[in-house]
């Protein structure tokens, strides 16, 4: 199993990434862009914070949850990022 701090670092990153991508495509309509890297930092937030209070118990079953819920908001928030290019 990964370690707390490794999840943090690889969250970390793939929203540093997710924003850069903003940054990029962000020259049609930087309001648009704006709120799509505000949604980042909260999603960032949201789960650096999932991490450090993890429920007792089923923790393999929390993070399992917690990676597949991850990895739907990041989809969401490409979709996001590709229309910031229509």
Request: charged share 30%; glycine share 4%; aromatic share 6%.
């Amino acid at each position: 199993m990964t370690s707390r701090k490794d999840l943090k670092k690889g969250i970390n990153y793939i929203c540093g990434e997710l924003i850069a991508e903003c940054i990029v495509n962000s020259k049609k309509d930087s309001n648009a862009a704006d709120k799509v890297m505000v949604k980042v930092l909260n999603t960032q937030n949201d789960f650096i914070n999932r991490i450090s209070h993890t429920e007792s118990g089923n923790v393999k079953g929390y993070y399992k949850k917690l990676r597949s819920d991850f990895d739907a908001k990041t989809d969401e928030i490409i979709a996001d990022i590709d229309t910031l290019n229509a």
